[in-house]
């Protein structure tokens, strides 16, 4: 069947895109820190008290935000005229947060932005460059550390999403259409932590099928496979946790 065709790739593929998207998702939840024990507070009083910090001073303040709750936004340009060159550089950055009161989650996302180009002469020889990029994720702690202390002390949680509809209105409506009812209240360490391994085990199982019967050989293979993937990512889950020693009991 190997030999024949390749289209029995296309559903290995599918379910290997489901397992990473579901590992970095389910890695996100495991380094995302859990509020203290009590009650939450309503979305509403959240948001008053996350608007509150504007009168601290912070130097990039929370705004009502377009398709999301609360945002932040800040841009920058530098443009420079010689006498026989131009130039101009720009970026602009876009973090928004969303309120998900099912799952009493603050969810953030940033998108950064920026370009530059150069006209003229450099010395004695022209010149033209120009350049162009973008990045998205989880935004860093530098700019949401006090936002998360805030979110914690109400008693949600702060989590950092991959993908920008999911900090929107539009996208949070969409993603719970596709989710089951029974589902859409499990916190997003157990969605994507049954996801996870649940995919992985399917892809390998579909490629168990495909390669049927197996020799000694392809069955030590797979086991190995297994075997330093979750080796490899379980321990860089702990360093990025910061080695905890697991094995202690946690005081209470």
């Known amino acids: 069947m190997l030999e024949q065709s390749i289209w029995w790739l296309i559903p290995y593929i599918v379910l290997m895109l489901v397992m990473l998207h579901a590992m970095m998702e389910f890695t996100v939840s495991l380094l ?45 340009e530098d443009f420079r005229r010689g006498r026989l ?45 120009g350049a162009a990029g973008i990045g998205a994720g989880p935004p860093g702690d530098t700019l949401t550390k006090d936002i998360e202390q805030v979110v914690r002390r109400g008693g949600w ?42 995919s992985f085990f399917l892809g390998m199982g579909y490629l168990v099928a495909i390669i049927w019967p197996l020799d000694g050989y392809n069955l030590l293979l797979i086991i190995g496979i297994c075997a330093a993937w979750w080796g490899v990512w379980g321990f860089l889950v702990w360093m990025l946790r910061g080695f905890p020693a697991f094995w202690r009991p946690r005081n209470r």
């Open 32 to 76: 995302t820190k859990r509020p203290p024990n009590h009650k939450p507070v309503a979305s509403g009083e959240l948001r008053r008290r996350l608007l509150a910090l504007n009168k601290a001073g912070r130097t990039y303040p929370l705004l009502e935000g377009q398709d999301c709750d609360l945002e932040m936004k800040w841009g920058q």
């Open 85 to 129: 060159a131009i130039s101009r550089q720009a970026s602009s950055h876009h973090l928004r947060f969303l309120l998900d009161e099912q799952r009493h989650e603050l969810r953030m996302h940033q998108v950064d932005s920026g370009s530059s180009f150069f006209v003229g002469l450099d010395g004695w020889l022209p010149r033209l460059q």
């Open 157 to 198: 949680t702060a989590r950092p999403v991959l993908w920008w509809f999911q900090a929107t209105h539009s996208g949070y409506r969409f993603l719970q259409a596709l989710t089951p009812a029974p589902l859409r209240r499990w916190p997003a360490r157990r969605f994507w932590g049954l996801l996870y391994p649940l």
